[in-house]
């Protein structure tokens, strides 16, 4: 196992997790050089280890899921309901830092890992907790023991009617940022509870629900239906035309034209500075409810420019636009590569394969480890020989 | 101003902020006890200032995009290129924990607020910046100088090729999650420094870029592109199915039916434990592939039943579920008040009006002061006393 120096550097994480939001968070605090211990249930592991696509190489069985959220951490085997297991999970716990879990939080009690148990165990542990709709312990009403999913959290906190064609039926933004907003969630949490520690010794429970980050991430709907008693437009910033994507002879273009300084430069780079001069388009709001005559205008510029060409008119004049990508034309920009936010991860059965790093970056962060997601289990011995001081033999 | 107990306080942030992605995360860190002091420029301040709509009471002006994301901070007028008050700026960076901007990176030379002009003047200032790109000290090529707003990095990271219709034209998901997640990413990055300078006595210089943020959030698209040389489907989840929205006979549920326990479960829930047989349906990936068909077993169940019916069936079974919601109904869920997401500021302009709270919902941050977004201006004696100790008179 690489360990690197990092501004995690002698952090001890344990974690009971599966699939993507406490996986993804704790993944970010191993690149940050934290030692971060997974407790998987034996001959099973995360969930996300069962999920297909996977491969195997000399027996060796891997899931791309599982490689998504799991670099630079180790695998331990432990049956949390077996007596002399149990009795290793509460060692570990005990030389732990922080404590993570992303369970469904009606089955924690059963396996003694609510924060009262945890906190019997090891009283200044830093609790972190991801779960639907919070924790049931610091929540009434029945949300808390609900199954919950991304895509549920997205759905119940309104996010559903905010895209482009949301006013014909709800859209899907098709990934899970209820669980990666989530994971930054914790992960903000988490330091900040380190922070206090290191400042009073205490330690902290930590209760991230999904459905906190959707509603933060809709926060202009709410703010809009409370003082506009309205709703905001689906796919449009509510209070600005043009705003999105613009088709090109060869593609797509988007710009955002916020602001009437940004529209006489649009108009300018449009060669139509006296469509400035329509009362029609006098504000960004007048502009949204005049779209149809607004996008004549337009189209007569743009149809006959490729993506390159617009984006040239637009820059000449300081207008905010860029090319539409897709994930091929993501993979060759210089800039995400230079910057470490396209990685290639070396899998023992997949080969070499491309994922995101880390999006702190900073000059703690300036070289991140780049181990490959654990085998089931592979550093059980090592793990309880580092942390608990139990030899091989005592098995 | 109001000032609580929490795990910043005593720690001062000076910040050069606009618009929402820097504003969002300084304002998170208010929530936390920090002491956010905004310079804004003299008559004008932060441009979402003269964003529309906004309401006057008794020659009082306030934007409603400036309450998003300022409450709880105090406002100082300075002129930057101004010597005298760039001396009171300067003194203030000296008695600062952190130093936050997110203006265009091609405009922070010309200012001297490039992190080697800040940290001449405080050496062990923890310096955060968001943009579009990263900052142009640590990045080669021209797009650290290009504008970039939200819409920009959503484009360029791929995401518009992932929701629901995009398989006919890229779909902007509606709201600013390049900006909220830079937020996020920069409040992570702040606490992480934080907790380093506690250990180390040192600062750090964090370079947070939108474009990273999206291609984080885009990881899945990411790595199916390099292991599988394949797309990930639009709006769908690209090894589930049936995910995501269906309608009912009076609004939308939204279904996440990951895994062949979970699908077993889903027949059931429909009464029909014979599809699980067909060899077109074994997969979540043949589903997929044979979506028409299985969309033709849904209706024949869903399309008589109202959301409420729909979803007590699908929890009888455990299948994770829950309905589309509004805006109006989100306002009503008693989990969010509960839970301080959903929270009431007493404006002065605007009066009582509903806001997102703060996401990181932890034993550290049990009450959030409630201070409404400050006048231009308006702490700007107060800020010089507490801060570099100058009495009015000195001005």
Redesign the interface.
């Given at each position: 196992m690489e360990r690197m120096m990092g501004?995690?550097n002698g952090i001890r994480v344990l974690t009971v997790e599966n699939f993507i939001s406490a996986p993804?968070a704790t993944m970010?605090l191993a690149d940050?050089g934290a030692d971060v211990v997974k407790v998987e249930i034996p001959g099973v592991g995360d969930?996300s280890r069962?999920?297909?696509?996977s491969r195997e190489r000399d027996g060796d069985h891997r899931s791309?899921?599982f490689?998504?959220?799991n670099r630079n951490k180790r695998s331990i085997e432990l049956d949390l309901k077996g007596d002399a297991d149990r009795e290793r999970f509460d060692q570990l716990l005990q030389s732990a830092d922080i404590f993570i879990e992303n369970l469904r939080p009606s089955a924690l009690a059963g396996l003694r890992l609510t924060y009262d148990d945890v906190k019997k165990v090891n009283p200044s542990i830093i609790y972190g907790a991801i779960s639907g709709?919070?924790l049931p312990e610091?929540?009434?009403?029945d949300?808390?023991y609900?199954?919950?999913?991304?895509?549920?959290?997205?759905?119940?906190?309104?996010?559903?009617?905010?895209?482009?064609?949301?006013d014909k039926?709800?859209?899907?933004?098709?990934?899970?940022?209820a669980d990666?907003?989530a994971s930054?969630?914790l992960?903000?949490?988490i330091?900040?509870?380190?922070?206090?520690r290191?400042?009073t010794g205490e330690g902290?429970?930590?209760?991230?629900?999904m459905?906190?980050?959707v509603?933060?991430?809709?926060?202009?709907?709410?703010?809009?239906?409370?003082?506009?008693e309205q709703?905001?437009s689906?796919?449009?910033?509510g209070?600005a035309a043009p705003?999105?994507?613009l088709?090109t002879r060869d593609g797509?273009?988007?710009v955002?034209v916020?602001?009437e300084a940004v529209w006489e430069r649009f108009t300018a780079a449009m060669n139509k500075p006296e469509i400035t001069q329509l009362p029609q388009f006098a504000?960004?709001?007048l502009r949204h409810q005049h779209l149809a005559e607004l996008e004549e205008h337009i189209h007569d510029w743009i149809d006959d420019l490729t993506t390159e060409q617009a984006l040239e008119q637009l820059?000449a004049h300081?207008?905010?636009?860029?090319?539409?990508?897709?994930?091929?034309?993501?993979?060759e920009?210089?800039?995400?590569h230079?910057?470490g936010?396209?990685v290639t991860m070396d899998d023992p059965v997949?080969g070499p394969?491309?994922?995101?790093?880390?999006?702190?970056?900073?000059?703690?962060?300036e070289k991140i480890p780049m181990s490959p997601a654990p085998h089931l289990g592979a550093d059980s011995a090592d793990i309880l020989a580092d942390w608990i001081h139990e030899a091989d033999d005592a098995r």
């Open positions: 501004p995690l993804l970010w940050a969930s069962g999920v297909q696509p791309l899921s490689m998504r959220a709709f919070g610091f929540n009434s009403g949300m808390p609900q199954p919950a999913l991304d895509v549920v959290a997205q759905a119940m906190g309104g996010l559903m009617y905010r895209p482009e064609g949301a039926a709800p859209v899907y933004p098709g990934f899970p940022l990666i907003f930054a969630n992960q903000s949490a330091y900040q509870a380190l922070f206090h290191e400042r902290a429970c930590i209760d991230i629900s459905l906190d980050g509603v933060a991430f809709n926060e202009l709907a709410l703010i809009m239906r409370s003082a506009l709703d905001a689906p796919g449009m910033h209070l705003f999105g994507s088709p797509h273009i988007v955002a916020l602001g504000s960004g709001v820059a300081g207008v905010p636009a860029g090319p539409v990508l897709s994930m091929d034309q993501v993979l920009l210089d800039n995400l230079e910057r936010m396209i997949w394969t491309r994922m995101a790093g880390n999006p702190l970056h900073s000059s703690l962060m």
